[in-house]
Structure formats: C-alpha cells, structure tokens
C-alpha cells in the first residue's frame, strides 16, 4: 500500500472538512478516528487521522502527532499535511507551533508554510493577518473562544510565540504572481533561515497557486483551503488520475438528533433558528451536571417519546457571558469536561434508542461523540456547507455523522442538512 497523501488532523470536525476537500478534489479519501487499526480499502489515494489534539497539552499533541507520522511513513505516504482550524486556534504555548515543528524534525524538513485560509467559508489571510468575513481575527467572536481565545490577528506573532525557529511572511503580490513566484520566495526565506512561512491567501485561485508551489514540501501545514490545491500536483506526475471521487452513502435509515455542544456565534443562530422552525430542544447545564443532577437520564426521557415524530436537539450551547460565568464556578477544564461526557453519553443512548442520522455541533464534542460511539472510520459523502460533509461509519451499524466545525454552517443549517442524505 502507498498513500500519496497522510493528514494529521488535530480535531475531529476539521478532519471531516479536510476529507471532504479532498474526495472533492479526486482523492479516495479515508478518515480514521486515531492512528488506523485495520488495513484500508485497496486504492485509497489519502488518509486522514483524526486527533483530539487542539486543546490538550501541547507534550501530548506532540506526541500524538509523531505516533500518526509514524504510521503514515510505514503505509509510504509521499506528503505530510498536518491540519489546524481556519482560525488558527491556538494558545501561546501551543498546539500549532510545537506539533509543526517536531514533525519537521522528524521528517528532517528544514522548511514549511502555515496557511489556515478558507476564503469559501470567509477566512483570508492578507499581510499576514487573519480575517474572518470582514473582520479581523482578534475583534470577531473568536476572542471569547472560552478554550482558545484570540486576541492577536497576526499570524507571525500568534506562531512565533510557539516556535522556537524563525517565522516569515509569503505576501498576497508573490500568491498573486503565481506557484514559481511562491517557490522563489520559500527558497529566499528558508536562506534567511525561516523555518516556518505563513502565506497570504484571499481566493481559491490562491489556493491553487500555494498548493502547486508546495509539490516539493515533504510536510504543508494549513487549514482545509490548501487541499484544493494538493491533488493536482499528484495528477500531474500520473500518480492520480480520478476527477471525481465522491462516493454515494448508504442509506442510514432510523431516527434523527443534534447534540450541540459549541457556543461559537454560528452554532448559536443555527440553534436559534431550529428551535424557531419547532424542533424541540434540551438544555444541559455544567452546573447541574456539577450538582450530581442526573441529566443525562433526564435527557433521554424527555427524547424518548419526541424521537419518533421528527428530530430533536440536545445542546449545551450557550452565550459567552454564561460559559464564563460556570468557568470561574467550576473551571475551565471541568466545566468543559462534565459537558462533553454528558453530551457524549447521551448521543450513545440515543443511537441505542435507534438514532441513525446524528448532527454533532462543536469539535470538542464531536470528538467525545464519535469516541463513545466507538467508531473507527468514516466514509466521506455529499456536503451540506462548505467545510461539513455528511459521512457514514463503517461498521456493522452504520450511523451517519455530521461533525461540525462551530464556526461552519449557514443558520439553517440545522433543518436543511436532513436533506442532503440519500
């Protein structure tokens, strides 16, 4: 077997959105949820490992990533693409810069580029600062991120605090000037010794310019955006020659739910608007959990008798105001913890009560979810919005599963993605 493409996704939601670019883009994509246990299915062009790594310690997302770049060298993959959020989440001590670095190190690469651009979903890069739709990064709702809050825009700054070698700059009129203008320029900084550039990017058609440029980059850093741009280089050496390789789902025929553990802007219009078109909705509140209030039985016996009339939404979402104020209660760590093992076990209970069509709201959740749920793999299928495919488990009970980013998704996101499922 030999892969021409290995991701190492460091959560669980954007590794769907990076699978679905791919398969999009003509590559037979397979995602696993952690380092493969089982042989993957004759022809896979890439994989991708899902971590949980965004919000751990940055030693452990370390090692984590080493552990998937060790499997990806034994199964002969030819690139490396280790993925982040389009809105660079991180902390100053990590996890982008220390995981980017150690894989370099290990694939012994002095160079690469970072580049967490998604202009489809309204994340341009431009002077090295990060904007989200018209605003930048530090002045748009990710500055309340109640995990990974961002308060500087420049993305130098927010990697060179992680780092220990040097970050440089790519700017737009070198994108603009095309993929020989971007190599030209990776080759000048990497003289200076730079080790890790960030690059400008405002469209697709940038995209395709920095992909291109980096078909001699053993390691490419970056959001999903880039993955437009790394499936023709393979096709161009004859390594690749589908055009399409979007795969038809099975039917998943059951019942359906949302668990919705993001507090993202997005997820709270997406959630406002469902519960406004008449879905019914439960709340789970950190602070009852924290007083031994068992609401996980509670939420299944409020589900229990709605499941068969339609679908239902279980949520912690919440404003800002509301998760610092169980923060500073409870704490980061454990308010976060008692919400994802609550909400995690009650989609087990639900899928137990014969849910088949899962929506799961929030990375961090959907990293609990498909962790109780024991899924392995996933087989990527038909998008709903930009960056959230629906996909189906491989097993002896398929499930399907969109895992969503909090950021991603028009506000009726929520009611139209039923529609989408064969």
């Known amino acids: 077997m030999s892969i ?5 996704a460091d959560d669980f939601t954007g590794a769907t959105d990076l699978a679905s670019m791919l398969v999009h883009a003509g590559m037979r994509t397979v995602q696993t949820i952690g380092i493969p246990t089982a042989p993957l299915p004759a022809g896979t062009d890439a994989v991708v490992i899902a971590l949980k790594s965004r919000t751990i310690a940055a030693d452990q997302a370390v090692a984590q990533s080493l552990a998937a770049l060790h499997w990806l060298r034994d199964a002969g993959c030819r690139q490396v693409y280790f993925k982040y959020c389009s809105t660079f989440d991180s902390t100053d001590q990590g996890n982008i810069g220390p995981v980017a670095e150690a894989l370099m190190s290990a694939l012994g690469t002095p160079f690469t580029i970072a580049c967490p651009a998604f202009p489809e979903n309204k994340r341009t890069i431009f002077k090295g600062h990060l904007f989200v739709g018209d605003t930048l990064l530090a002045e748009s709702s990710m500055r ?8 500087d825009s420049n993305l130098q700054r927010v990697l060179q605090a992680q780092t220990a070698g040097k970050v440089g700059l790519i700017e737009h009129s070198t994108v603009a000037a095309g993929p020989q203008a971007i190599v030209e320029r990776m080759d000048s900084l990497q003289a200076e010794g730079v080790g890790i550039a960030i690059v400008d990017a405002i469209s697709n058609n940038d995209l395709l310019h920095i992909g291109a440029a980096c078909s001699g980059l053993p390691l490419v850093t970056a959001g999903s955006g880039i993955a437009l741009g790394l499936p023709q280089n393979f096709r161009a050496q004859g390594l690749l ?3 399409d390789a979007a795969l038809d789902l099975p039917p998943t025929l059951g019942l359906r739910a949302i668990v ?5 802007q997005a997820t709270q219009a ?30 299944m016996a409020w589900a229990s008798p709605l499941l068969p009339q339609g679908p239902v939404i279980v949520y912690a979402t919440a404003s800002s105001d509301r998760v610092k104020a169980a923060q500073e209660q409870l704490g980061v760590e454990r308010a976060g913890a008692l919400v994802e093992e609550a909400l995690a076990e009650i989609a087990r209970q639900l899928v137990q009560a014969g849910v088949r069509q899962l929506i799961v709201a929030g990375g961090e959740t959907s990293g609990a979810v498909v962790t109780a749920l024991q899924v392995r793999s996933l087989r990527i299928g038909p998008t709903i919005d930009p960056g959230v495919p629906w996909t189906v488990s491989l097993g002896a009970t398929p499930i399907a599963l969109a895992l969503k980013s909090g950021n991603f998704g028009a506000t009726d996101f929520f009611t139209k993605a039923w529609s989408a499922l064969p």
Not at 4 to 8: A, P
Not at 260 to 264: E, P, Q, R, W
Not at 273 to 297: C, F, K, S, T
Request: hydrophobic share 40%; charged share 20%.
């Open 144 to 151: 309340n991120h109640p995990l990974t809050p961002m308060h």
């Open 270 to 299: 997406q959630l406002a608007d469902a519960m406004a078109r008449g879905i019914p909705a439960y709340a789970v509140d950190p602070l009852r959990l924290a007083a031994n209030e068992d609401q996980v039985a509670d939420a």
């Open 260 to 264: 919705c553990g993001s507090c993202s």
């Open 4 to 8: 021409l493409l290995g991701c190492i």
């Open 241 to 243: 020659d589908t055009k």
